[in-house]
Structures are given as structure tokens and as C-alpha cells.
């Protein structure tokens, strides 16, 4: 159960063509007034994204990405800090991609109908072997590409191509992040699991067993638990954050009117 004055607003940031159903595990535990969704489908650049959010977002806030959406909270995170009060990178990763792989990652998604793209191409990577056959789940996945909007794929595959190297931030960032990886993730592996958790000064990594890149739809009651937990402890330590704050405060008042 989270802490009732647990007041910091949520800002869930999504994947190449998913939306906030991607997140239903571990956002309807959140009150609505506390939960925001991203929208990742309009801009050609990690940056542009970045700044459009962070010109509407709230003050301070807790970024929550999966995947591509991880990217885009590392690009908040690194531009800035002192508005983050806590991120979660699921099935994240830090580093670029090479130039020379740009032209075929555009070539991949140029024209391609999105239910095939993920329903098709994309499927076998995106879930662990033993749902492969599971209907409704790839159902779902299809039915989130199909809601997007036209040339969506093609201006999501930019903003994966234009992030920079995250590796070299990654030791300033000292927020409290989360790091949710599916232990048999073959887009975003163990390896690259590891350097996040390991680089950041104040992660905490949780690896969820028989899931693939898709952990938060494939497992979603243990990934709702790790998130549960974790940002249990955020929110906690922010309250108190938030009453020394007050005391002091009050104290200083307290001395004035003396």
C-alpha cells in the first residue's frame, strides 16, 4: 500500500508503438490525479521529446519509461535533474545506436503496416518463447500499434537514432531509479541491465524471470510488485523529505515572531 500523502505526479512514458495499456499493471494501483501518460508519437528527435515534455510537465515529477520510453527519461533525467524526483528505466538501455545500423533501421519500418511490424516481424523478440502462441497478449501489443497515429513507427524509430551515448551520464543522475528487466529480454539483454544498474549511484535492479521485453504485459503481477515496492520507498522518503522541510520551516517562523 503506498503512503496516503504520496502527492509527487507519475509520468508514464511509453514504447514504440504502445500506449498507457502498456503500463495498466502498475499504474491502477496510482490515483488518476496522480498519473500522467506521455505522448511519444509526434516528435523526430530524443531532444525534441525531452523539451516538449519538460515544458508541460509538472515541476518535480517521477519518470516512469518503457523501452524507447526509458530513453526519453534518461534524455529528462540528464537535461533535468533537479525535476526528477525518482525514474524507473523498464527494458531500458544506455547506449547508442551505431551509425552504421540508422539505414536499416529506417528501412525496417519505412511503409510497413504497424500490426505487422510488431504482430509479425517484431513478435519473436519482443516476448519470452513459452507465450509466443498466447493470442489475446499479441492481440493487445497489435491493437496499441494500430492506435497510433499514421508515420509513427517512422518518427519513434528517430528518436531511438538521435539518443547519445547515456553511458557517460549515467553517474550523475543520482536520483533513486528502479531498473525492471525481463530476464530473457533479447532487445534489451542482461548485459545492458547490468550497466544501468551498475552506474547509477542509487538503483535498484529487479529482473523478472520468464519474461522478454514485453515484461510489464507478459508478467505483470510480479512486475507490479517490484514497481509497488520501490516506489513505496520513494514515496516514503519524500514524505519525510517533505516534513523536515515543513518543520524547518515552522521552526524559522516560530524564531522570527520571538
Known amino acids: ?73 534518461l534524455e529528462l533525467a540528464a537535461r533535468a535533474p533537479h525535476r526528477i524526483a525518482a525514474m524507473a528505466l523498464i527494458a531500458g538501455n544506455a547506449r547508442p545506436v551505431p551509425e552504421a545500423d540508422h539505414a536499416a533501421r529506417r528501412a525496417a519500418v519505412a511503409g510497413v503496416d504497424p500490426a505487422t511490424l510488431v ?21 493487445l501489443i497489435i491493437a ?11 518518427r519513434q524509430t528517430e528518436i531511438a537514432l538521435s539518443r547519445p551515448d547515456n553511458r557517460p551520464r549515467l553517474a550523475r543522475l543520482d536520483m533513486p531509479t528502479l531498473v525492471l528487466s525481463g530476464a530473457q529480454d533479447v532487445v534489451a539483454p542482461e548485459d545492458l541491465q547490468a550497466e544501468l544498474a551498475n552506474a547509477l549511484p542509487h538503483a ?34 519524500q514524505s519525510r523529505a517533505e516534513r523536515q522541510c ?7 517562523n516560530a524564531s522570527e515572531v520571538s
Request: aromatic letters at 8%; proline letters at 5%; hydrophobic letters at 45%.
Open 119 to 139: 504482430g509479425e516481424q517484431l513478435w519473436s523478440r519482443y516476448v519470452h518463447p513459452s507465450r509466443s502462441e498466447e493470442k489475446c497478449l499479441r492481440a
Open 246 to 252: 515543513a518543520d524547518i520551516s515552522t521552526y524559522s
Open 1 to 73: 500500500m503506498l503512503p496516503a500523502e504520496s502527492t509527487v505526479p507519475v509520468l508514464f512514458l511509453p514504447g514504440t508503438l504502445c500506449d498507457a495499456r502498456v503500463f495498466a499493471a502498475i499504474s491502477g494501483a496510482l490515483s488518476a490525479e496522480r498519473t500522467l501518460h506521455a505522448d511519444l508519437t509526434q516528435d523526430t528527435s530524443v531532444q525534441d521529446a525531452a523539451e516538449r515534455l519538460l515544458a508541460t510537465a509538472p515541476e518535480r515529477f517521477i519518470a516512469v519509461g518503457f523501452s524507447l520510453g526509458a530513453i526519453v527519461a
Open 144 to 154: 496499441m500499434a494500430n492506435a497510433c497515429p499514421p508515420g509513427t513507427a517512422e
Open 204 to 237: 535498484t535492479w529487479t529482473e523478472v524471470a520468464n519474461a522478454g521485453h514485453f515484461l510489464l504485459l507478459e508478467q505483470p503481477a510480479a512486475c507490479s510488485a517490484a514497481f509497488s515496492t520501490w516506489l513505496g520507498q520513494v514515496d516514503l522518503h
